[in-house]
């Protein structure tokens, strides 16, 4: 069977060299571009007749990003392609998994039954499940979550002294346990409640019997930081060592990494799932596997 096509959509480039690599694919080429009146224009330059094409396109930022992957999809698919699956190491749209408020909508399910009509699969890394236990909760295509607990450990015990893991709140109790199986290191989860897009208290233990350690964040997402910023500042009043932020999705609204430096960061890790500078932790070998895995025609 002739490799798969790997697709990159604007800004996706790093990674997509990477994985294009990873999987042995070959690397399509498409034009992307906007009409003078803001509405998109989606060419293949490389045929997808009879071919399997992956999209690749991180979800952060997802209203620009959506329409533009959806044309993608939908023009793959009238073009003949044999399947089409979408790799978004972040998924949007996960937080918002049921009316907090009345007449709120609840984007994750609508989210989730646009992109299932456009596509056959889906790759995606630590989506933010929480009150959906699982993908195919939402998802009605084939959705694969997978879990980067191993390379975050590993990316702690390389470069982190005697490690004190701290999630943030409950939520984060499923990575950050996770991940401290995996390091050996302890952890304590914190109790977050959240006021506003921005305003967030936590209350943080006596950590009196971990001094000595260094103090290691852990948590799927850093959006606006205010989690991990409201964190630092409780762990600034407790002489630790100098902190340690690492998130799987550095997603950086606004100054949030500014605002975390500020508050006492010393070293601020991420994956690589949204390009940014705090990118340490590759995923390209864990997606590749992810997508060997759900697209049909691989090898099982
Ligand atoms: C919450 O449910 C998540 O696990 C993160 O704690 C949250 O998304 C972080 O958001 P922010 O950086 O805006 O505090």
Redesign the pocket.
């Known amino acids: 069977m002739s490799p798969s096509l790997l697709f990159s959509l604007p800004g996706n480039g790093a990674l997509a060299s990477l994985l294009t690599r990873e999987l042995g694919a070959v690397a399509g080429e498409l034009e992307i571009r906007r009409f003078p009146d803001g509405e998109t224009y989606v060419r293949y330059r490389t045929s997808v007749a009879d071919r399997r094409v992956i999209l690749l396109c991180t979800l952060d930022q997802p209203d620009a990003k959506f329409l533009p992957l959806m044309f993608c999809a939908t023009a793959a698919r009238d073009l003949g392609a044999r399947s089409v699956g979408i790799v978004a190491p972040y998924l949007a749209y996960m ?1 918002q998994d049921r009316r907090f408020h009345p007449g709120e909508a609840v984007t994750s399910s609508s989210f989730a039954t646009l992109v299932s009509h456009c596509v056959d699969w889906l790759v995606t890394v630590d989506p ?1 499940l ?1 009150r959906i236990r699982s993908l195919s909760d939402v998802y009605s295509v084939p959705a694969v979550a997978l879990q980067s607990a191993p390379l975050l450990a590993e990316w702690i015990i390389r470069n982190v002294e005697r490690p004190l893991l701290i999630g ?2 409950m ?2 109790e499923q990575w950050v346990a996770s991940v401290a199986e995996r390091s050996g290191a302890p952890f304590v989860t914190l109790g ?1 409640v959240r006021h506003g ?2 305003a ?1 208290d936590v209350t943080v233990p006596d950590l009196q019997r971990w001094s000595g350690h260094t103090p290691v964040l852990v ?10 910023v409201t964190t630092l500042r409780h762990l600034s009043q407790l002489n630790q060592r100098p902190p340690v932020c690492v998130a799987v999705h550095g997603l950086f ?1 606004g100054s ?1 990494y500014d605002d975390l430096r500020r508050a006492g960061a010393a070293m601020i890790a991420t994956t690589n799932s949204v390009p940014h500078s705090t990118n340490a932790i590759d995923l390209s070998r864990l997606i590749a596997d992810g997508v060997t895995a759900v697209m049909p025609g691989e090898p099982h």
């Not at 948590?219 to 991990?228: K, P, Y």
């Open positions: 937080r933010h929480h943030p709140d939520e984060s977050k897009d921005h967030v948590d799927d997402i850093i959006s606006t930081a205010g989690t991990m609204a949030a």
